[in-house]
């Protein structure tokens, strides 16, 4: 756990705070800095969010099944709060930025409804509606920025201590006809790379071995600052603190990996091998239409470029089906690249029409049932290609970064696993604890997982 430092602490009656922390890593660092926020005041961090006197909800709303599940969380503590077994409902994140008040309309009983950049708000606002007697929610603001920088020190980890997430900046400039991203955080603002050291500094020195760094779009680092290969430069820092052992790159858009990126990864020495670029169709009519740079051309040399420079790099991407006017040649283009890309992790959503994106509103949408089926398929096209490179492996060693141990039970990562969204190592005879690196040999596939063990 890494709290801020704070000299004095003011004495208050003893009152529980739960917390929902929900959606993608970002939104993990901003319930991380909250949490922090939140106990650091003398609240009571509580586990069980149906019996604390305040829940804070910090929401997803970048598609539909993210809004869903956020608007469900937030019935659950309103009904929690009906009973008599909660106070006060805090609504914050990225479906308060989208919604604001439509929020309140949507559930009745919620006490705040707080924007993106009223994160660090969150004590005083939470005491205000602790005060506040009537009914009505005491605050509902949603103040969209297109210039603030927050500052990520002082967090509460939800993460293990050994690895964590590094925000290197808010917002994103892309266009993706798709996307509510831009609509919610603002456009791309990159955070000054004397503060990401700062806080890559106080992970590692909390015992951090890996960093996950983060971004809506990674290798957009510094441009809007007019720095040239600010990415690069600020992977050359990061290399320098010591004892971190593994940096790991996610959300790189393909467009922006040129040769001077893949050169910088296949020679640094923390950088590991992995590359998550999401390229989200191949057809070049559909990314046209998608408002994205990458053509099909562009992507087949990209990954040549890739495995001739690293030929141990493990490559993540996603896709989406049924975009509208995607037919049946487009989907099989797309179905015939993935088995020739030979992905080593592929994610695959359905469209959703996004209300306020361009393809919300485009002509023939795709029924569906169309798209289901179109991702089934896909889906069980990459399970085989998977489990065949899987299979392949078995035998080979790997250095597998330990993440937990329970009993006999161990668990960890090797390079090409990234936490919380790929698969994973089980540990057999495992001596070791969490945060170390262990050499192991595969001995084994479950599913999508390697079953290795231990090398004495």
């Not at 609504?91 to 604001?100: D, N, P």
């Not at 030979?342 to 029409?353: N, V």
């Not at 070791?432 to 690196?437: Q, R, S, T």
Request: proline share 4%.
């Amino acid at each position: 756990m890494i709290l801020p430092s704070m000299a004095k602490k003011r004495k208050q009656k003893s009152v529980s705070v739960g917390f929902v922390a929900l959606g993608c890593p970002k939104n993990i660092v901003d319930s991380e800095v909250m949490l922090a926020q939140i106990g650091q005041d003398g609240f009571v961090l509580s586990s069980d969010p149906d019996n604390a006197d305040v829940v804070v909800i910090n929401t997803c709303g970048f598609i539909a099944p993210a809004k869903e599940e956020a608007l469900d969380a937030i019935r659950q503590a309103v009904a929690q709060k009906k009973e008599g077994r909660v106070r006060k409902v805090v609504v914050a994140g990225c479906l308060s930025e989208r919604m604001g008040q439509d929020i309140i309309d949507e559930v009745e009983g919620i006490d705040a409804v707080i924007g993106l950049s009223e994160r660090d708000r969150i004590v005083e606002i939470i005491r205000n509606c602790l005060g506040n007697k009537k009914k009505t929610a005491l605050h509902v603001h949603v103040e969209h920025s297109d210039t603030g920088i927050h500052d990520d020190r002082g967090r509460l980890l939800i993460t293990p201590g050994h690895w964590a997430y590094l925000r290197i900046s808010e917002g994103c400039n892309r266009k993706c006809s798709f996307c509510t991203i831009p609509a919610i955080r603002g456009k791309f603002r990159s955070k000054p790379q004397e503060l990401i050291l700062s806080e890559a500094a106080e992970l590692v020195d909390n015992g951090a071995a890996e960093l996950s760094i983060i971004a809506q779009d990674s290798n957009f680092y510094g441009r809007d600052l007019g720095i040239k290969n600010g990415l690069i430069a600020l992977l050359d820092e990061l290399e320098k603190i010591d004892p971190l052992k593994w940096i790991r790159l996610m959300y790189l858009y393909p467009a922006g990996i040129d040769d001077a990126l893949i050169e910088a990864i296949a020679k640094s020495d923390k950088v590991v091998p992995y590359i998550d670029m999401p390229i989200q169709h191949i057809n070049n009519d559909i990314l046209k239409s998608m408002r994205r740079a990458d053509t099909k051309e562009y992507t087949i040399e990209l990954i040549d470029k890739l495995r001739a420079a690293m030929p141990d790099v493990v490559l993540r991407t996603t896709v989406i089906v049924g975009y509208p006017g995607e037919t049946s040649q487009h989907y099989q283009e797309l179905l015939d690249f993935v088995q020739w890309a030979r992905f080593d992790a592929l994610g695959c959503f359905t469209f959703y029409p996004e209300p306020g994106t361009a393809a919300a509103e485009m002509p023939k949408q795709v029924p569906d049932v169309v798209k289901q089926q179109r991702l089934d398929t896909l889906m069980r096209t990459q399970q085989e290609l998977v489990f065949a490179k899987m299979d392949a492996k078995v035998g080979s060693e790997l250095t597998v970064l330990v993440d937990e141990v329970v009993e006999d039970q161990a668990v960890g990562r090797y390079y090409g696993q990234a936490p919380h969204i790929d698969s994973i190592c089980k540990i057999q005879n495992c001596n070791a604890n969490p945060g170390d690196f262990i050499q192991a040999k595969i001995t084994a596939r479950d599913d999508y997982d390697f079953i290795v063990e231990q090398l004495q």
